[in-house]
């Protein structure tokens, strides 16, 4: 038993090191307990001096490890390599192995009656269930695992499920409930020095503000959120960012630099293996090369999104990866491949209950349909945007109406900034 304490031991040490290494460390209070391994750390940080290829290397052993925990009765240290362990998951697509590891971990923790570990797990769960895009589940996780830190009144914790919380809201169409989550949680993180979960956090916020059409407001946001990203130590951070500013040009019609900014975002992500990242850059890439009007470089661009995205697994990524082919389609005067697109992007966009992405695709599709001449179906589709339009807050259905205004004014087959430019 003391030879397998030991080896989880050292296998937490690297699991934690490579996280720390990959993904920035955390700016928060120590209120873990430490465990001592007993290694030196000029060993770890060779073994784990490439994080990522540690951990393809090593992701056999992480499952024994966590498995081999469990049996021996070491809740915490299965559910603390299993928290370390869930980023490289994550950023690999490994679905059935994350699944696999928070099942684990949670009932482990559940047997312990280790209220921190549960928290930890339902977070990994629900982050689990946010990739899978089950937005439900991953509430009720989030949630759960807000309620047990307040038990402890832990508030970087409590923070940080606040700002997963804040992308449920957003995704619902709730912009002010997310707004109100993302400020009270960016104070926590700026207070306490975490420079990498304060770059998400306005990175979000920027979200919020691109989505209500507050360009400048989302540039300074972008632009303190890439400087903290780099500050501490996380390229995915980096490029999730970059991502939004690409996202930011796009909205305010600055296509340069959009293809720019999504040019970096690809680099990185393609060096990390991030294939969802892949999806989501090379779909803002191809929007911006589309309506610099460089035809021949986007279509390719938005093929390789949607099979990256399918590949994936992610139905958000994949949306909006077929709604840019219906984009594209539109460009080249091909409005029945229009069609087709944009109401597969509408189907998976409602089947996710994201009513902004759903409407805006409706939007979009609907003057496609009036280009075809099927204006019953156009209207029906407008009715529906209206019924989204009173499903979300006054915040983003001022914005919905807005749009619903320029169609009636405009009826043009070619709706595409709202959907192209906000995402995400």
């Not at 499952?63 to 469990?70: F, S």
């Not at 009765?73 to 696999?100: H, S, T």
């Amino acid at each position: 038993m003391a030879a397998l304490t030991r080896l989880l031991n050292a296998l937490h040490a690297l699991s934690e090191a490579a996280r720390v290494r990959e993904f920035g460390p955390t700016g928060g209070p120590a209120t873990l307990p430490r465990i001592d391994a007993e290694l030196p750390a000029d060993l770890v940080g060779r073994l784990v001096a490439d994080p990522i290829a540690w951990f393809d290397r090593e992701r056999p052993v992480v499952m024994a490890g966590i498995r081999q925990a469990v049996q021996a009765g070491r809740a915490e240290l299965c559910w603390r390599i299993a928290m370390n362990a869930e980023p490289f998951f994550e950023l690999r697509v490994y679905l059935d192995e994350w699944r696999e590891i928070q099942e684990i971990a949670l009932a482990a923790a559940r047997q312990a009656g280790d209220e921190r570990g549960q928290a930890e797990m339902l977070c990994v769960r629900g982050a689990l269930a946010q990739t899978e895009q089950r937005f439900d589940d991953a509430r009720r996780d989030f949630e759960g695992a807000l309620s047990l830190f307040e038990k402890t009144a832990d508030v970087f914790q409590m923070a940080k499920v606040r700002r997963d919380l804040a992308f449920l809201e957003r995704m619902n169409g709730q912009l002010d409930e997310a707004a109100m989550h993302l400020e009270q949680a960016l104070a926590i993180f700026v207070e306490l020095g975490d420079q990498i979960l304060a770059a998400h956090t306005l990175d979000n916020l920027a979200a919020i503000r691109a989505e209500c059409g507050d360009i400048d407001d989302a540039k300074i946001m972008l632009a303190e959120a890439l400087v903290r990203g780099k500050s501490g130590g996380s390229r995915r951070a980096v490029s999730q960012i970059l991502h939004r500013m690409g996202r930011v040009h796009l909205q305010a019609e600055e296509f340069a630099l959009a293809a720019g900014a999504f040019e970096e975002a690809l680099t990185i992500v393609e060096g990390t293996g991030d294939s969802v990242g892949e999806a989501f850059a090379l779909h803002g890439l191809g929007i911006a090369q589309l309506r610099r009007g460089k035809i021949a470089e986007a279509e390719p661009l938005l093929q390789r999104a949607y099979a990256k995205a399918q590949s994936a697994r992610n139905r958000l990524a994949e949306a909006h990866s077929v709604a840019g082919l219906g984009e594209l389609a539109i460009t080249m005067n091909r409005p029945d491949d229009a069609a087709g697109r944009l109401y597969q992007a509408v189907v998976l966009f409602q089947q996710m209950r994201v009513p902004l992405r759903e409407a805006h695709a409706l939007m979009m599709l609907t003057g496609v349909q009036r280009a075809l001449g099927e204006e019953d179906a156009a209207k029906r589709g407008l009715a529906r945007v209206q019924e989204l339009a009173d499903e979300v807050d006054e915040r983003a259905a001022r914005t919905l109406r807005a749009h619903l205004e320029l169609l009636a004014t405009s009826r043009s087959a070619s709706y595409t900034s709202s959907l192209s430019g906000n995402v995400g």
